[in-house]
Nanobody, 123 residues
Framework: QVQLVESGGGLVQAGGSLRLSCAPS????????MGWFRQAPGKERDFVAA????????YSADSVKGRFTISRDNAKNTVSLQMNSLKPEDTAVYYC????????????????WGQGTQVTVSS
């Protein structure tokens, strides 16, 4: 079983930037796509972005397009989410996950999840 560990969350003012990172604990990534999701209090877990194993294709939710960028470095065994122009509505716990099958925007299609990292954007 793969354990994923997120880092990089925190408190930032609106318009600011944060960079989240995700790495597996104790082993390398399997050869699959990775994704980021977020969950605000009282809301469902929403898709943010995904990236294929090669990094050649990326996908992102409409709400973050042009502001968030997903990337991966398989040599360093990390997946990152660069978040720019943050808004208060981006406040949530952010999770990285290892894709298993199917579409990238559905949480049930992911096999392993991290514990999450809190991102809070103040107005």
């Amino acid at each position: 079983q793969v354990q994923l560990v997120e880092s990089g969350g925190g408190l930032v003012q609106a318009g600011g930037s944060l960079r989240l990172s995700c790495a597996p604990s104790g082993r390398t990534f399997s050869s699959g796509a990775m994704g980021w999701f977020r969950q605000a209090p009282g809301k469902e877990r929403d898709f943010v972005a995904a990236i294929t194993w090669s990094g050649g294709s990326t996908y992102s939710a409409d709400s973050v397009k042009g502001r968030f960028t997903i990337s991966r470095d398989n040599a360093k065994n990390t997946v990152s989410l660069q978040m720019n122009s943050l808004k208060p509505e981006d406040t949530a716990v952010y999770y990285c996950a290892a894709h298993r099958y199917g579409t990238y925007n559905y949480p049930n299609n992911y096999a392993y999840w991290g514990q999450g990292t809190q991102v809070t954007v103040s107005s």
